[in-house]
């Protein structure tokens, strides 16, 4: 865009590096603010996504972090995904609502962002959109309602579902544009009534300042395993233990590869680890290891020390709209090969040449993944993490991203 766009982006939990997911609003503030645009992210003080929460004392509170203005709207705490969650969400919304003229207050916005995860920030944004005669976007991360209806079985006749369904038609109905990072989400959005023309993929991306830090040691635990595991072939996984990230199937692959000189290590925490941990011993799999989560400027570095990298997920009906997860994009910078176990409508694995696909919860192919891997030549193995970095750096770093984006704002 030639001209100066003033971008009000709406998401409940946008975070930063320093405070935790979620990443991608910051990310493409700053790529956006870098082109000359003006950017305010309006977030809730509250997000169980976020590791370290801001500092809000007032109903609503202003913030600078490394040039993008926040504007943090208080909202209450919960644990978990009842009631608390819900009344921490209508709160939000209607804060959006109440504390409008603070929102805007020497702003002009001619670009509304509706980016919440669940869709019902798109009623205030495009309240918000008419006042100023603005562009309004919808960005789809999930499909709601349609995850918590697929993955927690929630009935279509739930309130719940009926109020969260009510804003994803809206949406549909009403925003200029839809912006999804799921390739194939618009098959299920014009069943909601989007027009074929809103549609519009974005994909998630990384970030290359975080793979030029300065980081040159490992925190001391993990550092020490690389040096007692040096002549062995590492097969890793960085990320959150938890049910979706199908890491038993993992667990139970391991008593197959111990003939090799393959160890298994997971990097992380989560609510299953404890039961992974248990798993491993009471299949007496002594080559697989489990270290504590690593902050996120040492992943780089970790990962640069591994020889191969694990990514998985529960068989959902889901993916069939398509995948698009920070951590595999992080996997294919490290140059590392990748054995992906997650059948999904796309697959950028295959897609990059960059690793292997197997079925997804299948021990059985995920063992002879790591075999079929363990056995390549090191050039061979090279010449796949090479594929996978290169295919990264042309497609999702997020100064192409965010060019991306804009041009979708441009799009009439």
């Given at each position: ?158 309130p719940f579902i009926w109020m969260m369904q009510r ?24 069943t909601r009534g989007m027009a074929p023309k809103k ?205 991306s984006f804009l041009q979708a704002m441009e799009e009439?």
């Amino acid at each position: 865009m030639e001209l100066k766009v003033n971008i009000l982006l709406i998401n409940h939990y946008a975070g930063s590096p320093e405070m935790g997911m979620e990443f991608r609003p910051y990310y493409m503030a700053k790529e956006w603010l870098k082109l000359g645009h003006d950017v305010t992210i309006v977030a809730a003080s509250f997000s169980h996504l976020r590791s370290k929460q801001p500092c809000v004392t007032s109903p609503v509170q202003e913030e600078y972090m490394d040039g993008i203005h926040y504007i943090w709207l208080k909202t209450p705490s919960y644990i978990g995904n009842g009631l608390g969650r819900v009344k921490n969400m209508l709160c939000f919304i209607a804060k959006l609502y109440k504390y409008l003229p603070q929102i805007t207050k020497n702003k002009h916005p001619n670009v509304i962002i509706a980016s919440s995860t669940y869709p019902l920030d798109i009623f205030p944004a495009h309240h918000i959109a008419k006042r100023f005669d603005a562009k309004l976007i919808f960005e789809v991360h999930d499909l709601w309602p349609l995850s918590p209806m697929e993955i927690g079985h929630m009935s279509s006749l739930h309130p719940f579902i009926w109020m969260m369904q009510r804003g994803e038609n809206y949406a549909c109905k009403y925003a200029d544009k839809i912006v999804s990072i799921l390739p194939l989400a618009n098959h299920h959005l014009e069943t909601r009534g989007m027009a074929p023309k809103k549609f519009v993929h974005v994909p998630n991306g990384i970030n290359i300042d975080e793979w030029k830090n300065n980081a040159v040691e490992l925190p001391s635990e993990h550092h020490a395993f690389l040096k007692e595991h040096q002549d062995s072939f590492l097969v890793g996984y960085a990320g959150s233990h938890g049910l979706a990230n199908a890491l038993h199937y993992l667990v139970n692959a391991a008593p197959m590869l111990k003939d090799k000189k393959i160890i298994i290590v997971l990097v992380g925490q989560g609510p299953e680890k404890g039961n992974l941990i248990k798993q491993a011993k009471e299949l007496k799999a002594n080559n697989i290891f489990f270290l504590p989560p690593i902050p996120k400027i040492y992943i780089p570095l970790w990962l640069n020390n591994m020889r191969c990298l694990f990514i998985g997920a529960k068989k959902t009906n889901l993916y069939r709209y398509g995948i698009s997860m920070n951590k595999l994009f992080d996997y294919m910078m490290s140059g590392q090969p990748i054995l992906n176990a997650i059948e999904a409508g796309n697959d950028p694995v295959k897609e990059a040449g960059c690793g292997l696909s197997v079925e997804a919860e299948n021990p059985e192919a995920i063992a002879k993944g790591i075999l079929k891997i363990y056995n390549m030549t090191a050039e061979e193995r090279h010449d796949m993490g090479e594929k996978g970095k290169k295919y990264v750096l042309q497609r999702h770093t997020y100064p192409i991203l965010a060019t991306s984006f804009l041009q979708a704002m441009e799009e009439r």
